[in-house]
Nanobody
Framework: QVQLVESGGGLVQAGGSLRLSCAAS????????MGWYRQAPGKQRELVAA???????NYADSVKGRFTISRDNAKNTVYLQMNSLKPEDTAVYYC???????????????????WGQGTQVTVSS
C-alpha cells in the first residue's frame, strides 16, 4: 500500500527557514504530481506549491519568491524549502501525491490520490 510520511515541521521565528520532506512508500510505478497544501485554524485547505513528474512547478502567490518545491523522482520524495517565513505561514502542512499508480492488494490498476498526516509549522513574530 502507499503511505506518505512527512517530516521537517516545527517552530521558527519570523524570517527563519524550514525544510519539509515527504516520502511516498510502497511499490510505486508512477506519480503524476506531488504538492504541499496547508490549513490554518478556521481556514480552508489551500495549495502552497506543486510539482509534476517533469519538473513543472506551481506556487500560491503568497509564497512565490520565498518557497521552493523540489522532487526526487527516484526516491518518490518531495521537498518544500521555506525561507523568509512569516507568522501567516503558520498552519498544518499536508503532502499530496496525485494519480499514483502502485502495486496494491488486492490488485488494482487505478490511479489514486494520497495525503500525508500533516506536519505543524508555527512561525512566531
Amino acid at each position: 500500500q502507499v503511505q506518505l510520511v512527512e517530516s521537517g515541521g516545527g517552530l521558527v521565528q519570523a524570517g527563519g527557514s524550514l525544510r519539509l520532506s515527504c516520502a511516498a512508500s510502497g511499490i510505486i510505478f508512477s506519480i503524476n504530481a506531488m504538492g504541499w497544501y496547508r490549513q490554518a485554524p478556521g481556514k480552508q485547505r489551500e495549495l502552497v506549491a506543486a510539482i509534476t513528474s517533469g519538473g513543472s512547478t506551481n506556487y500560491a502567490d503568497s509564497v512565490k519568491g520565498r518557497f521552493t518545491i523540489s522532487r526526487d523522482n527516484a526516491k518518490n520524495t518531495v521537498y518544500l524549502q521555506m525561507n523568509s517565513l512569516k507568522p501567516e505561514d503558520t498552519a498544518v502542512y499536508y503532502c499530496n501525491a496525485e494519480k499514483v499508480v502502485a502495486l496494491l492488494e488486492p490488485y488494482d490498476e487505478n490511479a489514486y490520490d494520497y495525503w500525508g498526516q500533516g506536519t505543524q509549522v508555527t512561525v512566531s513574530s
